[in-house]
């Protein structure tokens, strides 16, 4: 069996976003290789995109190998402190969806501004802080190195809102 990837109905789909999204930024999601459908193919016919989101750096990296220049969000964020640095180092946005990467991030001194995605859990449990944990006094120290970008997951099955705290 063999898959084509229609790389026409991909821009026309993203255009299609555009069209019924006026005013907003869309991110191509193209993590495992694009779901099997091709890494670079699917990305070139996203290259309108506003940027890419992968799961990992090894992913991210070959796209900037490839010679894609877009924004790079990291949606499993880095681990340690060599992943943190590449990702500097290659202008990829990292998602912060846990403690420990709160504190990788808020160790980071390198040179270049480092933008990170804070991922807000808003039902779905499955990554993210709770709204309550951002309040002001929760003692994170993110610094004048960083750019923090606040980000949520669609609501949960049968959620209308947001949960409101505690």
Not at 100 to 105: D, F, G, K, R, T
Request: proline letters at 5%; glycine letters at 12%; aromatic letters at 6%.
């Amino acid at each position: 069996m063999r898959a084509v990837v229609d790389t026409a109905a991909l821009k026309h789909n993203l255009q299609r976003i555009r069209e019924l999204a006026p005013g907003s930024r869309v991110l191509a999601v193209v993590k495992a290789n694009a779901y099997g459908h091709g890494l670079h193919i699917v990305a070139q016919a996203l290259a309108d995109a506003d940027g890419f989101a992968v799961a990992r750096i090894g992913e991210a990296l070959a796209l900037r190998e490839a010679g894609c220049r877009a924004r790079i969000m990291l949606l499993q964020g880095v681990g340690d402190a060599a992943g943190l640095e590449t990702a500097a180092r290659h202008g990829f946005e990292p998602f912060v969806h846990l403690a420990s990467q709160v504190a990788l991030i808020e160790s980071y001194r390198g040179p270049q501004v480092l933008r990170v995605w804070l991922k807000i859990d808003t039902g779905m449990h499955r990554l993210g802080f709770a709204p309550a944990g951002l309040l002001p006094g929760a003692g994170w120290k993110f610094d004048r190195w960083l750019d923090v970008v606040l980000m949520q997951r669609a609501l949960g099955p049968g959620a209308t809102t947001p949960p409101q705290g505690p």
